[in-house]
Every structure is written in C-alpha cells, then in structure tokens.
C-alpha cells in the first residue's frame, strides 16, 4: 500500500518503490517476545482429502496421508486458541464410487469453534486414506459450514483430481460470488498435470492462493502459513457511508474514519467534508485490496474539489501483482500555491469524490476505506528546523531476535519496538509491520535472510525479489532516495539468491517543513504518528510451499519532539483513527490563520502556508493517518531511475532488471 498525493497545481512523479526488508541492522536492545495477537474474528475449515490416493508415498520416506498427519498436527497446535477453525474431510467413509453416496461422502469430522484443539487432533490422528475425491461437494459444505457472513477461509488439500461431479472449479466460482471477504486457498500435495490445473483454477476463482507441496516440510509450511493469514486476512474497517451519486444529497463527513463500496458502474461516489478549523488542511485517503483474476493494474481516481468545482488535490490510487494487490490514494486540499481567501483552504465544505476508472467491473462491489483528517494552521513556523537532509545510515548492532506474528493488513499489522525479530515469508506473502516515529526522529530498517541450504535452496530456484515499502501515516512512500551508507544500497527491491541477502532502508528525518519537498521521502516526513513496513517475496509460477527465515531489525533514532510545531489556539490535529467530532456549525473564527499582515506580531500561517519574506516554507501539509492498507504480495518498483531524474534533475540511477510489484498509485502528470 503506498499512496502518492498529487497537490494542484503541482504535477508530482512518484510511484511506489518496493523495499527489501530483512537482517539483522543495528544498535537495538531485542524486546520481550511479542505475543500471537489476537483473531480478527475469521474463521477456517480446514478440508482435507482421504482418498485412497493418499496411501501413495509422499516423496520423503513416509506417506502422504502420513505426511498429512504430521503437517496437520504442528498447524493446529500453533494456531491461536482464539481461532475458529474446524476439520473437514473427503472420501472417508465408501469406497467406491459405483458406491451409494461416493460423490457426496464429506464429513464435518471437526465443527468450527474455539477450544476444539484436542477434538482436532484426535480426528487428525484417524485420518486415513480410504475412498473417491468429491471435492465439489465438499467444497459446497465447507462454505455452508463457514456460514454467510465474516471473514471465511476454506483451505483444501488434495493430492489430485476430482472423480465426482460437480466440478470444483465452477463450484469455487459460486463460492467466491458470496461475499469478498470468503476465499479458498489450496495446497496441491503431489500433483501433477490435469489435476494440478483444476487445483489451481480453484484457488483462481475462489480468489486465494495456490501452492504446490511435494514433502511432508513443504505441506507444513504451505498449511501453516495458509492458516495463519485465514485470521489475519486484508481488513476494511469504519463506519459504513454510502456516498452519492452527485454532489447534492452527498453526506457530509468530519474528519473520521469511514467505509463504502465502489459501485456497479464507473459513477463516482460523493461525499462533503465539513471543516471544523477555519484556515486548516483537509486529506483524504481511500484504500482497497485489488481484487484478485483481474487485470495487471487497477486505476481509479480520488479527487477533492470545492463546491464551485474548483480543483484542491487529486491522485490515482493503484494496485499490482496478483491477490495481494493493494491500492491507497490521497486528496489534500493544501498546496504551495495557495493564496489568501482560496476557497480550497477557506471553505467550510470541500468535496470529495471516488471514481473506479476504466477498470470499474473489476473493482464492482469492493470495499474500501475512506480516512478523513483535518491539521490545524500552525501558530508560527519562524523557528522550526529547517527541512531535512539526505539522512546518513547509523550502524546498528544486531541483538538476539524474538519471535514475530506480521499482519496482513493495518489493523492487524504488530507495533514493533526498536530491537531484532524473526519470523518466516512465504512466496506471494504480504507482511506489515508498525513503527511509531515523532517529531525529531527517522525509522531504520534493515532485513536479512541468511545463507540457504537442502530444500530451501532448490525452492529459491535461482533468484526472487524480496519487495517491501516504507510507508507513512500518510499513506506515502517515504524510503529515503539518497540515504548514504544504506547496507545494501538505497535502493528499494533486493535480489535474494540461495546466499541470503542484507538490506537497509530509512526516512528522512520527521520535520514540519518537509512539507515544502519535492517529493514524497519529504512530503511523507512531515508528520509524526505510526508508520509501516511492508515486505513481499516475489512467486513463480510453479512454486512449492515454502518459507524462508527473515529476521528484521528496526531502529528509530534522533530525539523524540525536535523541532515539534506549536498550532493555533492549541488545536491538535484530527486523524482518521480518532473519534468522528461532531462538527461545528461554521468554522471556529478564533481558529483562523491567515497570512501575516502588516502589524502582526507573529508569522502564523494556514496550515503552513508560506510566510511573507521567508523563502524556506512554500509546500505541503502533514496529515495524521491516511490510509488503512493492505497484502499484501506485491509490491512496485515501477520508474525508480526517472523518478529520481525528475525529482533531483540528476541522471537516474540504474534500474533493476525487472520491475518491482508494490501495488500503489501513480501521480498524475
């Protein structure tokens, strides 16, 4: 999830660049183990094939069904006791299917609860090779297990193709058409040819993923980490709106944190936003999750205009590569340009609008966040620090890494403290983390992936990108272009290889007057708040279940509240995470904050505006958070080497041979 903002006025060239993010950096104490955090309130059944198929060997000396036992008993045992899950099984009970009852024979072995650990692992233990494969029907109850509403995972396992009908993958078609938030993942065990195919085509229409298993470590780890993410899927949160088609009879919003669907057509979607501040800077970010067996890229458009239709900011939010695909975009109604009384800073309402673009019946239905925040004028920006330098890497010593559970999105994504973690990434992966930044302070971040060996290595087959973006509370990229002494280079995307990597990223430091850059490394680091590490493994077409150990070492470093602006009246900015205010009936007076005029005894400004007779502040405003994202797989690289000419009017550095698969917007030019 990155989002690019395009101020008016002021064509922006930024898209998101992925960053590697893995090691060991430096100068950190290693912090308590964090704990599993809690469900997201998902559920999963598990659907498991025992089929007489299953008593073949599984490639490792056992077999599968032995395989199967083993990979199913270390899955449950690690999953949250929180976690809703149940055991679903196929071809258990007639032998034949001349047989009355073959093709509908599936058992609810295990019912979806909590608590239910010992009753899952004794139906484990049963669990035998015996009869046909209805994989169908069974997937037709496992989504009637799963109930009609929430976050619904069926993982299937199967070991080949299906000898009843109906067929499975127009089955997962009709499943995936009952809500976005219910998929079907598929571990294939073995599999080959025409039933490799069908597995794959389920887990395309049921819009999850597949992964091929050929050993009884390669089924556990495609199980294990399926089964984790069921419960930390890609989340939408905030109070349900529904905006209008056109501007009258639009609700109107104050800064809060919101949620609505995208359409049946290419028809915006209107909404006012009230201004509670007289003088301060509106944003508003909008954030999705590209759905999945669409085209390469999905563009729409969120824009925010004044009520006469004059333009305030607009972007295209985008998202790339496959299910993980995620998509954030802002609309600020500040800018640089602005003069007295614009009614872009004066208004009482601006309007916001959401457009799907040209790929409207691919984003039909999709639900998305709408975050609002409001940032009052400042008091006075005379003695703030100036905007800040290209910053310079600090090294940091590695300490003992503590076990990690990432998130799959924002609302899932663990804070993590300065110190050294460790956890595993699987090919196609979304993991994001938090890391809190203040005023005065940069975040570090380096990631390492050791030397690989036996069936990891033969799994890397010869090079993978490891992907990951910096990301601010704004919804920006904000990886530092020209960092010095970086390990690794500056550069966002590493090249893994058997041999491991080391990569390092970090921001600018956090400064008021970042605003006034010319990019989003400046921009994006103009406000304090929780900013996000977003890491993806690129996958290949035939890949296995596998994961690689990742270890990640954060840092922040600089002196917490330097340089902090002092606002008007003593407001405090109104992020998109607070409690929705109720607004005022017209902006408070006592709030405004123009320009200085003769006479005056100080230099306060809207929101940053530009004070007369400095040359040092003429851009940009800091928002508290934007955008909830995201994978997550995925991630971009994009124009690295012409965004970086066209930033600095330098000649670009070299590209990397294949572009990077962040999903995240482009800017308008």
């Not at 400064?511 to 708040?529: C, E, H, I, K, V």
């Not at 993806?536 to 954060?554: E, M």
């Not at 958070?625 to 797989?633: F, N, P």
């Amino acid at each position: 999830m990155t989002t690019h903002q395009a101020h008016r006025r002021r064509p922006v060239v930024w898209a998101l660049l992925a960053v590697t993010l893995a090691a060991v950096l430096g100068g950190l104490t290693a912090p308590a183990a964090l704990a599993d955090p809690a469900p997201s309130g998902g559920k999963l059944v598990l659907v498991l094939d025992s089929s007489g198929s299953m008593a073949e060997p599984a490639g490792d000396g056992h077999t599968k069904i032995a395989a199967a036992r083993t990979a199913l008993s270390s899955v449950v045992t690690k999953l949250p006791e929180a976690a809703e899950v149940g055991l679903r099984v196929y071809g258990a009970t007639v032998f034949k299917r001349t047989q009355a009852g073959a093709c509908t024979d599936t058992q609810l072995t295990v019912p979806i609860g909590t608590g239910n650990r010992p009753q899952l692992q004794t139906a484990i233990a049963k669990y035998k090779p015996y009869g046909e494969t209805p994989i169908g029907y069974a997937l037709q109850q496992a989504a009637k297990d799963l109930g009609p509403v929430g976050q619904r995972t069926i993982v299937l396992v199967s070991d080949g193709e299906a000898t009843c009908a109906p067929e499975p993958c127009a089955v997962a078609r009709s499943i995936a058409q009952q809500g976005i938030d219910l998929k079907i993942d598929v571990v294939g065990f073995r599999v080959g040819g025409k039933a490799r195919t069908q597995l794959q085509c389920v887990a395309r229409e049921g819009r999850g993923d597949y992964y091929d298993a050929d050993s009884t470590v390669d089924l556990e780890a495609g199980l294990g980490r399926l089964s984790t993410r069921a419960f930390r899927p890609f989340r939408i949160s905030g109070t349900p709106v529904h905006g209008a088609p056109q501007q009258e009879g639009a609700p109107v919003l104050a800064p809060g944190h919101y949620s609505d669907t995208y359409g049946v057509d290419n028809t915006s979607k209107h909404y006012l936003i009230k201004r509670t501040i007289k003088g301060s800077t509106l944003r508003a970010g909008v954030s999705f999750r590209r759905p999945a067996g669409g085209s390469f890229v999905i563009q729409s458009e969120v824009r925010l205009n004044t009520l006469a239709g004059e333009q305030c900011g607009w972007s295209y939010p985008r998202g790339f590569d496959g299910d993980q695909g995620l998509a954030t975009g802002t609309a600020a109604s500040w800018s640089k340009y602005e003069k007295k009384n614009d009614e872009c800073a004066d208004s009482d309402q601006l309007v916001l609008t959401v457009n799907p673009g040209k790929d409207y019946l691919q984003l039909k239905g999709v639900p998305y966040e709408l975050r609002i925040d409001e940032e009052p004028p400042v008091d006075s920006i005379a003695n703030l620090p100036a905007a800040a330098a290209d910053p310079v890497w600090t090294p940091m010593s590695g300490s003992t890494p503590r076990e990690i559970v990432p998130g799959s999105s924002f609302p899932d994504a663990p804070l993590l403290q300065p110190g050294t973690y460790k956890t595993t990434l699987m090919p196609g992966e979304l993991q994001l983390y938090r890391v809190k930044a203040d005023w005065g302070q940069r975040i570090q971040a380096q990631m390492t992936v050791p030397e690989m060996a036996g069936a990891q290595a033969e799994a890397i087959d010869g090079i993978r990108y490891l992907d990951t973006a910096l990301i601010s509370p704004t919804g920006e990229d904000v990886f530092a272009i020209f960092a010095k002494k970086v390990p690794g280079g500056s550069y966002t995307k590493a090249v893994l290889t058997k041999s491991g990597l080391a990569k390092g990223l970090t921001t600018k430091e956090i400064r008021y007057l970042n605003r006034n850059g010319a990019n989003n490394q400046d921009t994006g680091t103009s406000t304090p708040g929780e900013y996000y590490l977003a890491v993806s493994l690129t996958r290949k077409a035939n890949d296995k279940a596998f994961t690689i150990p990742l270890n990640l070492t954060v840092g922040v470093v600089g002196t917490a509240g330097a340089g902090k602006p002092e606002y008007v009246d003593g407001a405090t900015p109104v992020s998109g995470e607070s409690v929705t205010p109720s607004p005022t009936e017209t902006p408070s007076a006592s709030s405004s904050a123009t320009p200085s005029e003769p006479g005056d005894s100080g230099d306060k400004n809207r929101a940053g505006e530009p004070v007369q007779g400095r040359s040092d502040s003429d851009d940009g405003t800091p928002v508290v958070l934007v955008a909830g994202l995201g994978g997550g797989g995925v991630v971009l690289l994009l124009i690295g080497g012409l965004i970086v000419a066209r930033l600095r009017k330098k000649p670009a550095p070299a590209q990397w041979p294949q572009p990077n698969n962040w999903g995240g917007p482009q800017a308008p030019r």
